[in-house]
T-cell receptor, first 112, second 116 residues
Framework: GESVGLHLPTLSVQEGDNSIINCAYS??????FIWYKQESGKGPQFIID?????DKRQGQRVTVLLNKTVKHLSLQIAATQPGDSAVYFC???????????FGKGTRLSVIA | DTGVSQNPRHKITKRGQNVTFRCDPI?????LYWYRQTLGQGPEFLTY????????KSRLLSDRFSAERPKGSFSTLEIQRTEQGDSAMYLC??????????????FGEGSRLTVL
């Protein structure tokens, strides 16, 4: 069935470098996407969202890029810090009215 | 703390026993969701409520699972005759369709179930 997935299960970056986490989605009807961060033993926390009428959205140190042509979503974290170490999930739904569908996640490890 | 609250945080039980988890959502949120998460996987949708009405159930929700939200506030998720495969983190989330980010879910810390 259609689902949200990720290209890489793990990513290690040096502290201070930029991180890029990728996500592929297959439901062309999805029009709302969210990136969540999950630290060990905690529930997922919202990072940033983007609607399908946008290509890029920026937050504090984070940027989400959406390429609808190839159904690809990415999360860029600038100047990665040790506190960014966590598992990152992308999630999708349709018009905010359907339950969010999550991908498998990418574990980001920041090397000090 | 006005976030989503889940109890208990951890539950260890023997196979065949029944367990119940409780979720208290953010008070002004009318939608409440249950997800299940196993190690290394993303959360998987189980069911959701709008006020007291259960609007959707996943095929993952077998007949041993039942969820209720009797007064449109807190919710319970009961698992009967637990099996080892039920071991997972059970996450509750709430949302408000009138918020600026209508699809955003606010998650609790989860209830971890271990079935021996």
């Amino acid at each position: 069935g259609e689902s949200v997935g990720l290209h890489l299960p793990t990513l290690s970056v040096q502290e201070g470098d930029n991180s890029i986490i990728n996500c592929a989605y297959s439901n062309s009807a999805s029009d709302y996407f969210i990136w969540y961060k999950q630290e060990s033993g905690k529930g997922p926390q919202f990072i940033i969202d983007i609607r399908s009428n946008m290509d890029k959205r920026q937050g504090q140190r984070v940027t989400v890029l959406l390429n609808k042509t190839v159904k690809h979503l990415s999360l860029q974290i600038a100047a990665t810090q040790p506190g960014d170490s966590a598992v990152y999930f992308c999630a999708e739904n349709i018009k905010g009215n359907t339950p969010l569908v999550f991908g498998k996640g990418t574990r980001l490890s920041v090397i000090a | 703390d006005t976030g989503v609250s889940q109890n208990p945080r951890h539950k260890i039980t023997k196979r065949g026993q029944n367990v119940t988890f409780r979720c208290d959502p953010i008070s002004e949120h009318n939608r409440l969701y249950w997800y299940r998460q196993t190690l290394g996987q993303g959360p998987e949708f189980l069911t959701y409520f709008q006020n007291e009405a259960q609007l959707e159930k996943s095929r993952l929700l077998s007949d041993r699972f039942s969820a209720e939200r009797p007064k449109g506030s807190f919710s319970t998720l009961e698992i009967q005759r637990t099996e080892q495969g039920d071991s997972a983190m059970y996450l509750c989330a709430s949302s408000s369709p009138t918020s600026g980010r209508a699809g955003e879910l606010f998650f609790g810390e989860g209830s971890r179930l271990t079935v021996l």
